[in-house]
T-cell receptor
Framework: DTGVSQDPRHKITKRGQNVTFRCDPISEHNRLYWYRQTLGQGPEFLTYFQNEAQLEKSRLLSDRFSAERPKGSFSTLEIQRTEQGDSAMYLC????????????FGPGTRLTVL | QKEVEQNSGPLSVPEGAIASLNCTYSDRGSQSFFWYRQYSGKSPELIMFIYSNGDKEDGRFTAQLNKASQYVSLLIRDSQPSDSATYLCASPGGKLIFGQGTELSVKP
């Protein structure tokens, strides 16, 4: 399978704990995106990378969120001191460089904060 | 800040009918739009993209973009129960700006 993969698929944590998610993009894609989706809403942009450089970060993203893509391949998204409002599906997508190129989504990581 | 608005539905149509899904946007500079389909519990998948004013047809799907009215739509002809899903319009430009999605239900 050469699609976008995410790990874990599900994460249940207690409020205040830190969590880290991993995304492995399609290998030839140099752009990697993170989105968050809550029930009944469309995906909301969080941040994106071109190779290892983080090019944009949503103003809605608090300081508790950090993302890395150290070698321009896989990426991690960390949430520190989780809150119940962080419960959502975290989607990773990858694509080729360009304004209007398709983004291919992974299966997502569903986070539940108790 | 770009905004994309959709009627969240649900939209229910009988099998074989035409389903019409609509989206409005705030940024007059938007040149193109994507339509993604998302089945329940799954991730979005691209089904159509439109880069210019007018219509684009692909099988049973037709996307329409009207830049003057800042309106984009997706028509699904001969709707099938397998088309039941949430349809998301998205404005590209690096990141995607999504509408909230319209849930479509096709009844046999």
């Amino acid at each position: 399978d050469t699609g976008v993969s995410q790990d874990p698929r599900h994460k249940i944590t207690k409020r205040g704990q830190n969590v880290t998610f991993r995304c492995d993009p399609i290998s030839e894609h140099n752009r990697l995106y993170w989105y968050r989706q809550t029930l009944g809403q469309g995906p909301e942009f969080l941040t994106y990378f071109q190779n290892e450089a983080q090019l944009e970060k949503s103003r809605l993203l608090s300081d508790r969120f950090s993302a890395e893509r150290p070698k321009g391949s896989f990426s991690t998204l960390e949430i520190q001191r989780t809150e119940q409002g962080d419960s959502a599906m975290y989607l990773c997508a990858s694509g080729r460089e360009g304004e209007f190129t398709e983004q291919f989504f992974g299966p997502g990581t569903r986070l539940t904060v108790l | 800040q770009k905004e994309v608005e959709q009627n969240s539905g649900p939209l229910s149509v009988p099998e074989g009918a035409i389903a019409s899904l609509n989206c409005t946007y705030s940024d007059r500079g938007s040149q193109s739009f994507f339509w993604y389909r998302q089945y329940s519990g799954k991730s979005p998948e691209l089904i159509m993209f439109i880069y210019s004013n007018g219509d684009k047809e692909d099988g049973r799907f037709t996307a329409q973009l009207n830049k003057a009215s800042q309106y984009v739509s997706l028509l699904i002809r001969d709707s099938q129960p397998s088309d039941s899903a949430t349809y998301l319009c998205a404005s590209p430009g690096g990141k995607l700006i999504f509408g909230q999605g319209t849930e479509l239900s096709v009844k046999p």
